[in-house]
């Protein structure tokens, strides 16, 4: 059966279900597996935030690597305070930015810097209690009616031109509305933190240690470059690398424990619909392995974009002895293979925009 669901756009992208019952896929269907430690799958519920979710998840395996005990953090924190962010952007530039739901781990990780993080427990930006297909589908709903009030909103303001102040309090109004407000204090551990001290005691992580990579062409390699995707409307740079660095960098990584916040393409090719099992599809199907010039004609031509986020948590093979990534969806645990999508090393060579990873992974010694 397929399934219509928002991509980090609110685009419509028709996937395949299949469930398969993991033990059935890691003992029959793939071997000599690298499976790193993370928390449990989340699901963004139709909503088109699956940018926040990756990265929450993401944050969360670091806190696990670098032994921090906290709880499930709150996606929808990062994704409040980004609405407010980019409305001001879209202010200051008169209406000529990006004002979508989409974005990147850039995000997240300048937000946490900034506000900190709270648990899921706390605020679940009116998520917790959607649980039935009729609720997420309303959610949807609900939430393209918000992107399009406030956008309404905000180009009407900017016509008489009203005060970032008073602009990002309507926004703010409208969020409270659909998401509901974040509370300015709440109790941890029997004390009262706020989202920043909260983040300084249990998740003492700094945004600077991040980085995220790509491998383009048109750019320079082994230099940080601003990457041309509507998402990155914070203008934040890439490092560059050829293909091979690019790749031999996430293997180690991954080998090494660390996890990575992944962005990349699933809607402009068929290969994506194979319930998790994720191989090329069209385009380059019979290549042996992608190229650089191939990965960049894909991109240039579009075929290649920026559509949904993920988090990558281990490399498998198959039966014939070919690489997969196990990337960790945010699709639920009834889509792909029990929450996870197993992308074929050509796929993501082809489809991948970029990864994020902490810097110590950029200095290990190869493997």
Same mark, same amino acid.
């Given at each position: 059966m397929t399934k219509s669901i928002k991509n980090k756009y609110g685009s419509i992208v028709i996937v395949g279900l299949l469930l398969v019952f993991q033990g059935c896929i890691s003992h029959k269907r793939f071997s000599n597996t690298i499976l790193i430690e993370t928390t449990d799958l989340k699901h963004q519920k139709y909503t088109g935030q699956c940018w926040s979710f990756a990265s929450t998840s993401f944050l969360e395996a670091e806190a696990i690597r670098l032994e921090y005990n906290i709880p499930e953090l709150s996606s929808f924190f990062f994704v409040y305070h980004n609405y407010l962010e980019k409305a001001k952007d879209y202010i200051t530039n008169k209406g000529n930015s990006y004002i979508n739901s989409g974005d990147l781990t850039f995000s997240v990780l300048?937000?946490?810097?900034?506000?900190?993080?709270?648990?899921?427990?706390?605020?679940?930006?009116?998520?917790?209690?959607?649980?039935?297909?009729?609720?997420?589908?309303?959610?949807?709903?609900?939430?393209?009616?918000?992107?399009? /009030?406030?956008?309404?909103?905000?180009?009407?303001?900017?016509? $008489?031109?009203?005060?970032?102040?008073?602009?990002?309090?309507?926004?703010?109004?409208?969020l409270n509305k659909y998401i509901d407000d974040i509370p300015e204090t709440f109790i941890y551990q029997g004390?009262?933190?706020?989202?920043?001290?909260?983040?300084?005691k249990f998740l003492p992580l700094n945004s @600077?240690?991040?980085? @995220?990579?790509?491998?383009?062409?048109?750019?320079?390699?082994? @230099?940080?470059?601003i990457l041309e995707i509507p998402a990155n409307w914070r203008f934040k740079k890439y490092l560059n690398l050829p293909i091979e660095d690019f790749m031999n960098t996430i293997d180690n990584a991954i080998k090494s424990g660390f996890t990575l916040a992944w962005d990349g393409d699933i809607g402009s090719s068929g290969g994506f619909a194979d319930n998790g099992y994720t191989k090329v599809k069209g385009e380059y199907e019979e290549e042996k392995t992608i190229s650089q010039?191939?990965?960049?004609?894909?991109?240039?031509?579009?075929?290649?974009?920026?559509?949904?986020?993920?988090?990558?948590?281990? $490399?498998?093979?198959?039966?014939?002895?070919?690489?997969?990534?196990?990337?960790?969806?945010?699709?639920?645990?009834?889509?792909?293979?029990?929450?996870?999508?197993? /992308?074929? @090393?050509?796929?993501?060579?082809l489809r991948t925009i970029s990864v994020t990873v902490h810097k110590e992974a950029l200095s290990l010694p190869k493997t």
């Open positions: 300048e937000i946490f810097e900034n506000y900190g993080a709270v648990p899921e427990s706390v605020y679940d930006g009116k998520l917790g209690s959607v649980t039935t297909k009729k609720q997420m589908n309303s959610r949807w709903a609900e939430e393209d009616e918000m992107n399009a /009030l406030i956008k309404y909103k905000l180009d009407s303001l900017i016509k $008489i031109n009203a005060s970032v102040d008073q602009s990002l309090e309507i926004v703010e109004n409208i004390k009262t933190e706020t989202p920043k001290t909260f983040a300084k @600077e240690d991040y980085v @995220e990579l790509t491998s383009y062409s048109h750019h320079p390699f082994n @230099e940080r470059v010039k191939q990965r960049q004609s894909a991109y240039e031509r579009k075929t290649t974009t920026d559509d949904h986020n993920m988090h990558l948590v281990g $490399i498998t093979y198959d039966r014939d002895g070919q690489k997969f990534y196990m990337l960790k969806n945010t699709w639920g645990k009834n889509e792909g293979m029990d929450g996870i999508w197993y /992308l074929s @090393e050509n796929y993501f060579r």
